[in-house]
């Protein structure tokens, strides 16, 4: 079967999009607090809760959509929706707004997810799809990486004491439409510009039809209650809602920690730090790729569980510098955990693989979860108290390394046999 390497390429432009735009929110936390005069952390937790809520429930749905519409319109609709909400808060510019323009987000984000995992295993063929997810993924923490780097010209260029106008046609631009006292707003205005290529490219594409295997279907009604009557799978759940709490917990906050804690500015150097973030996951994910060789990932979890302990209590409580460094470390002791317990929970049940996958990717939800545990506790306590609630996710997870007892365990080689391949 002849690839179609233009399609396989677009579908890279389009997953760098989707993690361009939904893993900003971090840096962007400290100006909300700021811009909105929140009261309270918890004000501030919301936007991802509204994200992520919205994700949660528009998963299942979206799966239903594509069956009955077909591939492109559930695509063209999945980039229409965040292109809808970015323009809508760059325009108003309020809290409400916001929460609204978020959740709208969250719902286009969560169809795309839904038509492109299967899409990239059409487009590349069955036998290249670890290679084609795993490119995806690189090219998912690439634009998580960036955009806080985007963030950071972005707020420096328009600064009212820096911003000359005049040297730069796109600040000026941005400049002319974007709220002197708010330059993070600019970056909706670039979300919207690339959202506006991203719904001409889907307009003018044939998108292939997908075929999708037993275990991407969702399964029958007694299939999930089936499901939900087993115990592991409520605790594969909390897993993978652990994971996502663990991972949007720590790189939404960590900017706030380090300015309220080290007098550091969110702008620049808070920005930076989500940005090594996701730099170091993304390094993670490829030094993960030989360690699963090499090691039962059941180990390979517990040990990213302490080390991910290790280096949080060094973010919360060492110095400036250690915290500085710490909290983007955590990003690579994580990198592999959300693989290691989709897979063990996938390897521990007999059949409804395709209901129980379902299942566990609306975990996400923990997306909502976490971040607005740590900042109601935050709110009545401190954001290091909250913060501490991300040990106990991490905790459960590395608790799943010792307990989990899958069908069948992932194959390992020498690491003499793996430099021979």
Same mark, same amino acid.
Do not use: Q
């Given at each position: 079967m002849k690839r179609n390497y233009g399609m396989l390429a677009l579908i890279m432009v389009f997953w760098f999009t989707i993690s361009f735009i939904t893993n900003i929110l971090g840096p962007l936390i400290p100006d909300i607090i700021h811009?909105?005069?929140?009261? =309270?952390?918890? +004000?501030?937790?919301?936007?991802?809760?509204?994200?992520?809520? @919205?994700?949660?429930i528009m998963s299942i749905p979206a799966g239903l959509l594509i069956d009955r519409y077909g591939e492109k319109p559930v695509l063209f609709c999945g980039f229409l929706m965040p292109f809808i909400g970015t323009i809508l808060f760059a325009t108003l510019h309020t809290y409400p707004i916001l929460l609204i323009s978020s959740f709208i987000i969250g719902l286009g984000m969560a169809m795309l997810q839904t038509v492109l995992n299967p899409l990239q295993r059409t487009v590349g063929g069955e036998e290249n799809y670890a290679f084609v997810a795993e490119l995806a993924q690189f090219m998912f923490g690439i634009a998580s990486f960036l955009s806080p780097l985007v963030y950071t010209?972005?707020?420096?260029?328009?600064?009212?004491?820096?911003?000359?106008?005049?040297?730069?046609?796109?600040? =000026? *631009?941005?400049? $002319?439409?974007?709220?002197?006292? +708010?330059?993070?707003?600019?970056?909706?205005?670039?979300f919207t510009a690339l959202l506006l290529v991203m719904l001409v490219a889907v307009s003018i594409s044939r998108i292939p039809k997908i075929t999708l295997l037993e275990e991407e279907k969702n399964g029958t009604k007694s299939s999930y209650f089936e499901l939900f009557r087993q115990k592991y799978v409520w605790l594969f759940f909390l897993g993978i809602f652990c994971y996502v709490s663990t991972e949007q917990g720590t790189s939404i906050f960590m900017s706030t920690f380090l300015e309220k804690y080290h007098g550091v500015n969110p702008q620049v150097e808070g920005a930076q730090a989500v940005s090594y973030f996701w730099g170091a996951m993304t390094a993670g994910c490829l030094v993960g790729m030989v360690l699963l060789k090499l090691m039962d990932c059941k180990r390979l979890l517990q040990i990213s569980g302490v080390l991910t302990m290790v280096l949080l209590f060094t973010a919360l409580f060492g110095n400036k510098s250690m915290s500085i460094l710490a909290f983007p470390a955590i990003g690579f002791s994580i990198s592999m955990m959300y693989s290691i317990v989709f897979s063990l929970a996938l390897n521990s @049940?007999?059949?409804?693989? &395709?209901?129980? @996958?379902?299942?566990?990717?609306?975990?996400? *939800?923990?997306?909502?979860?976490?971040?607005?545990?740590?900042?109601?506790?935050?709110?009545?306590?401190?954001?290091?108290? &909250? +913060?501490?609630?991300?040990? *106990?996710?991490?905790?459960? +997870?590395?608790?799943?390394?010792?307990?989990?007892?899958?069908?069948?365990?992932? $194959?390992?080689?020498?690491? $003499?046999?793996?430099l021979k391949r």
């Open positions: 811009n909105f005069s929140l009261s =309270d952390l918890a +004000m501030a937790g919301f936007i991802p809760t509204s994200f992520f809520l @919205a994700y949660a010209y972005l707020i420096t260029g328009l600064n009212t004491g820096t911003y000359i106008p005049g040297h730069n046609i796109i600040l =000026d *631009v941005l400049a $002319k439409i974007t709220p002197r006292e +708010m330059p993070w707003v600019s970056l909706y205005w670039v @049940a007999r059949n409804n693989h &395709g209901s129980f @996958a379902g299942i566990l990717c609306s975990a996400i *939800v923990g997306g909502a979860g976490g971040p607005l545990i740590i900042s109601l506790l935050a709110d009545v306590t401190s954001l290091r108290v &909250g +913060m501490l609630s991300i040990f *106990v996710f991490v905790g459960y +997870m590395t608790f799943i390394g010792f307990w989990a007892h899958p069908l069948i365990n992932n $194959k390992t080689i020498s690491l $003499k046999a793996l």
